[in-house]
């Protein structure tokens, strides 16, 4: 299972992007293949493989330069594991 931190940053169109980042917070969270945690500072993806993480970040990506945007950066951290059961929720009984 893969659990992976992305924060985007849509440059080029302003100071604030929080209407952007809402629009592609929502077409995460309605993409079928992962689970969406939006917090105030990234996105938590959830999912099984790697290939379906990276479609979702691609996805997201084009979404946003198709909002009129010309720059758009991504910072992306990926949790990989085969050992555990790796969800979030696992995790959060850890840390709560």
């Known amino acids: 299972m893969i659990i992976a931190d992305v924060t985007f940053y849509p440059i080029g169109k ?3 992007v929080g209407d952007t980042i809402e629009k592609v917070v929502s077409r995460l969270k309605n993409n079928n293949s992962i689970k ?3 917090n105030s500072m990234a996105t938590v993806i959830e999912c099984s493989n790697i ?3 990276m479609d979702a970040i691609k996805d997201a990506e084009k979404f946003i330069e198709n ?7 991504t910072i992306l951290r990926i949790d990989s594991r085969t ?3 790796n969800s979030v ?5 850890y840390v709560s």
């Not at 929720?89 to 009984?93: I, Y």
Request: charged share 40%.
């Open 14 to 16: 302003g100071v604030s």
């Open 36 to 38: 969406c945690y939006p």
């Open 51 to 53: 290939d379906i993480l």
């Open 67 to 73: 909002m009129g945007f010309p720059r758009v950066e």
């Open 83 to 85: 050992d555990v059961e």
């Open 89 to 93: 929720e696992r995790k959060m009984k």
